[in-house]
């Protein structure tokens, strides 16, 4: 059975609802950097030779922390975009990116400004697209630095990237880390994305942006704790900057004959490069190791890439025409679908049309994980991509564009919502997400983005 939609249903904009109290820990001193340092342009070393900071990244409630609970003053108002995640351990993320928090604001007046990160973190409360209606998203306790509601960010930084963020505040320059795909999960309680590094260069005078990708680091998430999902930066960049944005745009997971939540298998990233998308692959204990010369004991290499006719431990270049899938990509999800026994990619493209995109794989046979009936138990399923061709592009879903007339987008599926009903559990729903402009103040009450979702059932 071809997968087929049946119907949507628009959820609206998400609201925000953050927690009302914050730990109340205090990093020690950010360290003052050299002169030399404070340079406009990409410095690696800034990512690569310094300790991890303090002052960044989601502070977890525990033993240590639990009598540093005190309340916040107000509730922040928050303006942020982007909005990927997906679900891990009984809880449903949403990772932004680009985060402002203000003081409250209403309808007659605007909040102040406290604080900008480059991510942030929340999760669904109260299910409400189950009914189709709006969501409602939380920020957790672990996500503030003090009492007003400034933000410590979801993904940490260096002391050399926070350090140069705190000097050039004002100037226009920054690093930035945005996580800007769906979560890929690794196990039962973890997952992972790749996330760009950039930098950003901002003239205060026109405004005018120029962003700088200088490679991509890897985030392992849990969650499930009272202080809200956590990020480990794992590796403090895993791919270069002279490098194809590998595993950025997304990837999947390859459960192996244990199952969904198993630790066999293998995790598939996705490269992004003009005609297509390019694919690499690696086991699931070895995602933060891709130099190692050593093979594993099933004689695969730390980081495997397709060249068009087998695997290779040669990385694949921007120019490399091995594409899994060819077309113009902005947005990406790969799923298995257990209800169609074959696997769906959901897209946005670079047109700014306002449009979710479907393909499905067109294998001549049923594909089955190695943990289902009738499975092979040696069997790599995901590996079924480079052996067939994708069906015809076809409109899965056409939004309007945000209340500003700009378009849509950090499209995305979050996985896993509607639980057994959810397509990627054999079930015919799924939830949609994207990011549509307001063109409005980011401290005003409506702020300068909104969060949207929608509702898809498959035949």
Request: hydrophobic share 35%; glycine share 12%; charged share 15%.
């Amino acid at each position: 059975m071809a997968p087929t939609v049946a119907a949507s249903y628009l959820q609206g904009p998400s609201v925000n609802k953050p927690s009302t109290q914050y730990i109340n820990w205090k990093a020690p001193g950010n360290i003052k950097l050299a002169t030399n340092l404070l340079n406009v342009g990409v410095n690696d070393l800034l990512s690569t030779t310094y300790p991890l900071s303090l002052d960044t990244g989601i502070l977890e409630l525990n033993t240590s922390t639990q009598d540093l609970l005190a309340d916040l003053v107000d509730t922040p108002h928050i303006s942020r975009d982007g909005g990927k995640g997906g679900y891990l351990n009984g809880q449903h993320l949403f990772v932004f990116c680009d985060t402002g928090a203000y003081t409250a604001t209403t309808g007659y007046s605007h909040g102040d400004f406290l604080g900008f990160v480059s991510s942030s973190v929340a999760v669904d409360t109260g299910m409400n697209g189950l009914s189709r209606k709006a969501l409602t998203l939380q920020d957790g306790i672990g996500q503030w630095s003090d009492n007003v509601g400034r933000m410590r960010g979801f993904s940490p930084l260096t002391e050399g990237e926070q350090s140069y963020n705190l000097a050039m505040q004002g100037k226009g320059m920054r690093y930035a880390i945005w996580p800007e795909s769906s979560l890929i999960p690794l196990d039962a309680t973890n997952a992972i994305i790749y996330a760009p590094i950039v930098y950003d260069n901002v003239n205060m005078a026109t405004k005018a942006a120029v962003f700088t990708y200088t490679g991509a680091t890897l985030l392992a998430v849990t969650a499930g704790g009272s202080g809200g999902p956590v990020a480990t930066r794992t590796v403090d960049k895993l791919f270069n900057q002279d490098e194809v944005e590998w595993g950025c745009i997304g990837g999947i997971r390859s459960w192996g004959n244990s199952g969904i939540g198993g630790t066999d298998g293998k995790v598939y990233i996705f490269g992004k490069v003009q005609g297509g998308l390019l694919l690499a692959r690696t086991r699931h204990g070895n995602v933060a190791d891709r130099n190692s010369p050593l093979r594993g004991a099933d004689g695969a290499w730390q980081y495997e890439y397709w060249t068009g006719n087998g695997w290779t431990h040669e990385i694949q270049s921007a120019s490399s025409t091995a594409y899994f899938i060819s077309g113009n990509f902005m947005d990406v999800d790969v799923f298995y679908s257990p209800r169609h026994l074959t696997f769906v990619i959901v897209y946005m493209n670079t047109y700014a049309d306002n449009t979710f995109y479907f393909r499905y794989l067109n294998a001549d046979h049923a594909i089955l994980p190695p943990s289902a009936p009738g499975g092979d138990p040696l069997s790599d399923y995901v590996e079924n991509m480079v052996g067939h061709q994708w069906s015809k592009e076809e409109v899965l879903y056409k939004a309007s564009p945000g209340t500003s007339g700009k378009y849509i987008y950090s499209g995305g599926v979050h996985q896993g919502y509607y639980g057994d009903n959810d397509i990627t559990n054999g079930g015919s729903k799924m939830l949609l997400s994207w990011t549509a402009p307001t063109g409005g103040n980011p401290a005003s009450e409506s702020g300068e983005y909104q969060i949207v979702t929608a509702e898809i059932e498959w035949v």
